[in-house]
């Protein structure tokens, strides 16, 4: 039986694992650069920077979703979907529709009036039930990342508005 | 002279005329449902959901960065930089560059390890600006959106957690 519960700080190793189970899935291994620390830390606590579910079945964990809070300028409060996973042997039981389900429940409850996240080209499954699902894709938009050496050599450039 | 400064809560009505020259350039005139208010309401105060910095030129305002906390599982909290706006006749003066580097500036401070945004993929003004600054392109990955009906009809599925 599928149920799906919000995580606690205890399944903060859970949560990180979860994470890197998703990142092989998606061919990005070794790009995990977070820790059990710092799942503990950010995920839990009234300063917590995201929020997880996690989904059940017959009370093993069998997947999971990380969400926030996103604005869009157009649309207003939105909830941005980071993550979304559920374990190869576990899928076409619904599972990650019920996930999807209760973010978009959340969304509701919250006043948010969108779901946001992002899909890798390949991942047909994933594209065929969001399509599924009403969603719709971004298509002539690109996701652009600084970070590193680039984000430190521009952040010279800025002056403090402390 | 350039300068940028923090918005205040008097900027909502600039603010919201500055995305909605930013949804015309865009091609997308008739997507912004934000009201001032929503700004004025959303922009500001302790609950901000978002943070806003206006660039002045010779104290007239030319442009505008809008932004906020994002999490990635991969590399712990970043910013995500939502918009991102000159006006036509102040461009090619190093605006963009300088409210990006603001940006990182804010990003450093706040110990956020990279700044995420997304792009059109026919502005090439906007992709060599980025790719000249370090940024890079993630080039399998596209953004799915579900709101409206589709939101309304999967939340139904789902079950309140509070």
């Not at 920077?49 to 989904?55: D, G, P, Q, V």
């Not at 969304?107 to 991942?123: K, P, S, T, Y």
Request: negative net charge; aromatic residues 12%.
């Amino acid at each position: 039986m599928l149920t799906i519960r919000d995580a606690i700080s205890e399944d903060a190793a859970l949560i990180r694992a979860l994470i890197q189970e998703l990142a092989e899935y998606d061919g990005e291994a070794d790009q995990v650069r977070t820790t059990e620390a710092d799942i503990s830390r950010d995920g839990f606590g009234t300063n917590a920077k995201f929020r997880t579910f996690i989904a059940e079945w017959d009370s093993q964990a069998v997947g999971f979703a990380v969400l926030f809070h996103y604005y869009s300028t157009w649309q207003g409060p939105g909830i941005y979907l980071e993550d979304l996973y559920v374990r190869p042997e576990f899928r076409r039981r619904g599972i990650g529709t019920a996930l999807l389900a209760q973010v978009a429940h959340t969304a509701q409850e919250e006043n948010c009036r969108f779901v946001r996240w992002a899909v890798l080209d390949w991942n047909q499954p994933a594209l065929d039930l969001y399509a599924s699902l009403g969603a719709s894709l971004l298509n002539n938009w690109r996701c652009v990342v600084l970070d590193g050496d680039g984000l430190a050599r521009l952040a010279r450039k800025g002056l403090s508005k402390t």
